[in-house]
C-alpha cells in the first residue's frame, strides 16, 4: 500500500530514536556490540611496526634463559579443577629483546621484551614451545620493580583466605606469586590473544612455575633486559 506524507515523516525518526536507545545501552556497559566488540590489543612496538616502521630494521637479541624446575603441581585451595599430574613439567623461560627503527634512522628506534616459554617434551632435553608474550620497554623496569617488591613482602595466606595472587600485567605478560595455604609459588603467563588475560584466575591460563623464593631470579633476569635497553638508548 502507499505510505502517506506523515508515515514517510515519522519513519527516519524512529530509526534515529532506535539507533541512539543502542547507542545508550552499549555506553551503559561501556562494551561495543557486534562481533569484534573486544579487539586483540597490539604493544606500541607492534603499532610502531606495522604503521610508522617502513623499511624497517629489525634486530633481535638473547639476554637471558631461566630454567623452571618441576614442581608439585599447585591445588588452589580447590578452587581450581582437580590436576591429576602430582608434578609440573621442568621447562625454561627466554627472555629476547627486538629492537626496530626505520631504515637510516637508528634515533627512532622502538623495544620490547619478548618473553618465551617452553616445557619439557619428556624425551631427552626436547622442548616444547607454549608460546610468546610481549612487554614494551618502558614497562620492563616497572616489571623488575614489582618482581623485587614481591621478592620482599608476600607471604603465605591466612587460614580464612583461600588463595592470594600478587602480579604484574602489562600488554601480554603476566608474572606474579600465588599462595595458597602454605603453599608459595612464583608464575609466569602469557596470553597474546587474550585482551582479558588480566582479569583470568591463575589457573584459567597455562602457567609456568617456581618456588616463591627464586622470585630474585627472575627480577635478575628483567633487569638484564632493562640493563640491554639503557645501552642501546644510551643511557
Not at 60 to 89: C, D, E, H, M, W
Not at 209 to 234: C, F, M, T, W
Request: glycine fraction near 6%; aromatic fraction near 6%; charged fraction near 15%.
Amino acid at each position: 500500500m502507499p505510505l502517506s506524507p506523515r508515515t514517510l515523516k515519522i519513519a527516519p525518526v524512529a530509526l534515529f530514536a532506535l539507533a541512539c536507545a543502542q547507542s545508550n545501552v552499549a555506553s551503559a556497559t561501556n562494551v561495543p556490540p557486534g562481533p569484534a566488540a573486544l579487539p586483540q590489543p597490539l604493544t606500541q612496538f607492534e603499532y610502531f611496526i606495522q604503521s610508522n616502521c617502513i623499511p624497517c630494521v629489525r634486530e633481535f637479541y638473547t639476554i637471558a634463559t631461566l630454567p623452571f624446575p618441576s614442581v608439585k603441581t599447585p591445588t588452589f585451595a580447590g578452587l581450581a579443577p582437580a590436576n591429576p599430574a602430582p608434578n609440573t613439567r621442568a621447562g625454561e623461560m627466554r627472555l629476547e629483546l627486538l629492537r626496530a627503527y626505520p631504515l637510516g634512522q637508528q634515533s627512532r628506534q622502538h623495544m620490547a621484551m619478548r618473553v618465551v616459554l617452553s616445557v619439557s617434551a619428556g624425551t631427552g632435553n626436547t622442548l616444547y614451545p607454549l608460546g610468546a608474550g610481549l612487554l614494551d620497554e618502558d614497562e620492563v623496569p616497572v616489571l623488575a620493580d614489582s618482581l623485587a617488591q614481591m621478592g620482599k613482602s608476600v607471604s603465605a595466606t591466612g587460614d580464612d583466605v583461600k588463595l592470594t595472587d600478587t602480579e604484574f600485567h602489562a600488554d601480554s605478560v603476566r608474572m606474579g606469586i600465588v599462595g595458597s595455604g602454605n603453599d608459595l609459588l612464583a608464575y609466569v603467563q602469557i596470553a597474546p590473544a587474550d585482551p582479558l588475560f588480566a582479569l583470568k584466575q591463575v589457573w584459567e591460563l597455562p602457567a609456568m612455575y617456581l618456588p616463591a623464593k627464586d622470585v630474585s631470579a627472575l627480577e635478575h633476569a628483567v633487569q638484564q633486559v632493562n640493563a640491554k635497553i639503557r645501552a642501546l638508548r644510551g643511557r
